[in-house]
């Protein structure tokens, strides 16, 4: 089992940033790729950014690329989500997730264990 905790959600204006944070507990963080996924009321979920188990390989959503980064510490057991230039269609709960896959999926099915989420709010 991975025990997944996201933080660092809250009220930003358009055009701040955030950095969300999610950290793991349980079985070994560095066997599992990672996820940020966010959803918005009436909307499907949706991967923003993925991270391969090493942190070599990442896939960006086409609404997440050049603003968005995200990065991983395995000594820290934590996974990162730096949003930059945030926009009012950005507001959503963000989750984070966590996947057996070697490589960088993008579908919600192909993640094992799931955050509770946390929520971005962004004012126009």
């Known amino acids: 089992q991975v025990q997944l905790v996201e933080s660092g959600g809250g009220l930003v204006q358009a055009g701040g940033s955030l950095r969300l944070s999610c950290a793991a507990s349980?079985?070994?963080?560095?066997?599992?790729?990672m996820g940020w996924f966010r959803q918005a009321p009436g909307k499907e979920r949706e991967c923003v950014a993925a991270?391969?188990?090493?942190?070599?390989?990442?896939y960006y959503s086409d609404s997440a690329k050049g603003r968005f980064t995200i990065s991983r510490d395995n000594a820290k057991n934590t996974v990162y989500l730096q949003m930059n230039n945030l926009k009012p269609e950005d507001a959503a709960v963000y989750y984070c997730?966590?996947?057996?896959?070697?490589?960088?999926?993008?579908?919600?099915?192909?993640?094992?264990?799931w955050g509770q989420g946390t929520q971005v709010t962004v004012s126009s």
């Open positions: 997730a966590a996947t057996a896959s070697r490589s960088v999926p993008y579908r919600t099915s192909m993640y094992d264990y």
């Open positions: 349980g079985r070994t963080f560095s066997s599992y790729g």
């Open positions: 991270i391969s188990r090493g942190g070599v390989s990442t």
